[in-house]
């Protein structure tokens, strides 16, 4: 650091015609980046750096006069100097899991979060006209801004999401391309890496974006919908237990906008189903019954046959806590309501499910669960569950002679071979 780093007055100290030159000063002091690796020492010069950074954030909160439009690359440029700096990585082969490692946290921290600050108060300030500031804080800044999400230090990411989404509030002609450059992320996400710590923060700006957007949507918004969210539900299940309540979130708001979107939605999440997470597939049956509150009675219909053959497998599912979740979609009086108006779909899928679950599930929650919704159906429509019932028993039957004649053709095989040897 430049031994200047001591000789800056305080604003007080210096006429008010002077302070926009002495903000440029000390914006350019603080463009200067201290090591805080361990033992290296500056503390003196990394105290000054820390003071005129608070000073910073209290010259743009006091602002009362517009900022004129050579102090805002000199403010662009302090920032980008301390936040644009390589995240620290880790190997390919034992890369970072929330559930296990403690996060790298940010060893500039002490300078970092009052630049954060003060960007965010910079943003946010009256005294930053948008249409002057939009020509800096401009899509070049906003792509380097978006990589930072991958930060390991959740202080950092809060920040950033704070930050970002502040900045789709103030400049509306970058609102479409932040949209993008999201989704880009997504994407990259899911069909190469599987791996970024920021996807559940920005889900959670995304989710007050579609809280406020206008109705009808338009068709870029729903294609927002159908390849980058719904695809979201893609990457294993470690990955996406950071951040599904904030889909889910995302997801939900679509469907109270748009009631017709529910086809397009359980679809999504029937194509990206798990088969052999049970954890994931707990986390997608919440999802789904939340959905299905959100569902009319015409768009369920046009899933309700696909959408049963699935929850016929999560009824039968070894996994207790699979076959319980599942079972207790009919604790919902709204969801017993849309099966009772597609049952004679539903039922001949599920009847199987249920019959065998009562002989051959090891569970007795389940049985006494399974139990419960049989009896629900055959109260509903007594006439269709015995049709199921019929068409099951001769299905049994079928099964059953068709087994015997296998075993009686091997058998004959068996004594053929026996003969000629």
């Given at each position: 650091?430049t ?9 007080k ?21 201290c ?24 010259y743009?909160?006091?602002?009362k006069?517009?900022?004129a ?30 559930e ?13 979060h009052?630049?954060?600050?003060f ?13 002057v500031?939009?020509?800096?804080i401009?899509?070049?800044l906003i792509?380097r801004?978006?990589?930072l ?29 932040i ?11 899911i ?24 109705l ?24 996406i ?6 889909l ?47 569902t009319?009675?015409t ?57 065998n ?65």
């Amino acid at each position: 650091p430049t031994p200047a780093m001591d000789n800056l007055p305080a604003f007080k100290d210096v006429a008010a015609s002077e302070r926009a030159n002495l903000f440029v000063r000390k914006l350019r002091l603080c463009a200067v980046i201290c090591d805080f690796s361990e033992g290296s020492g500056n503390d003196r010069e990394k105290e000054i750096k820390r003071q005129t950074l608070l000073e910073l954030v209290d010259y743009v909160n006091s602002a009362k006069q517009p900022f004129a439009e050579h102090i805002m690359p000199e403010v662009v440029s302090m920032v980008s100097a301390n936040i644009f700096r390589p995240l620290p990585t880790r190997s390919r082969d034992a890369p970072f899991d929330p559930e296990e490692d403690e996060p790298i946290l940010e060893a500039a921290w002490p300078h970092l979060h009052i630049v954060y600050e003060f960007f965010l108060r910079f943003v946010v300030s009256g005294s930053t006209e948008a249409k002057v500031a939009r020509k800096y804080i401009d899509t070049t800044l906003i792509t380097r801004f978006l990589e930072l999400f991958d930060s390991e230090d959740p202080r950092e990411r809060d920040y950033l999401k704070t930050i970002l989404h502040r900045i789709y509030g103030k400049f509306m002609p970058h609102r479409a391309f932040i949209r993008k450059a999201i989704s880009n992320v997504f994407y990259r996400f899911i069909y190469e890496t599987e791996r970024h710590n920021g996807v559940a923060e920005l889900l959670e700006i995304l989710g007050s974006i579609i809280n406020g957007f206008a109705l009808p949507l338009k068709d870029e918004h729903k294609q927002f919908l159908s390849r980058a969210l719904i695809p979201l539900h893609k990457p294993a299940g470690g990955a996406i237990q950071q951040y599904h309540q904030q889909l889910s979130y995302c997801i939900t708001q679509y469907l109270e906008k748009d009631p017709k979107l529910a086809d397009v939605i359980l679809k999504g999440l029937i194509k990206y189903w798990p088969h052999t997470n049970s954890q994931k597939e707990v986390m997608f049956l919440n999802e789904l019954e939340e959905l299905l509150e959100l569902t009319q009675s015409t768009e369920f219909a046009k899933v309700a046959e696909p959408l049963f053959r699935l929850i016929a497998r999560c009824i039968n599912s070894p996994h207790f806590q699979v076959a319980e979740r599942a079972l207790f979609l009919w604790n919902n009086e709204y969801i017993v309501s849309l099966m009772a108006k597609s049952r004679d779909v539903i039922l001949p899928v599920l009847y199987p499910a249920l019959e065998n679950n009562t002989t051959k599930h090891w569970n007795s929650t389940v049985h006494g669960l399974t139990f419960n919704v049989q009896k629900l159906f055959m109260d509903m429509d007594a006439r269709l569950w015995e049709e199921c019932a019929q068409r099951h028993k001769l299905q049994a039957e079928k099964n059953a002679s068709a087994a015997a004649a296998r075993k009686q053709k091997w058998a004959e095989l068996e004594r053929q071979v026996a003969q000629r040897s």
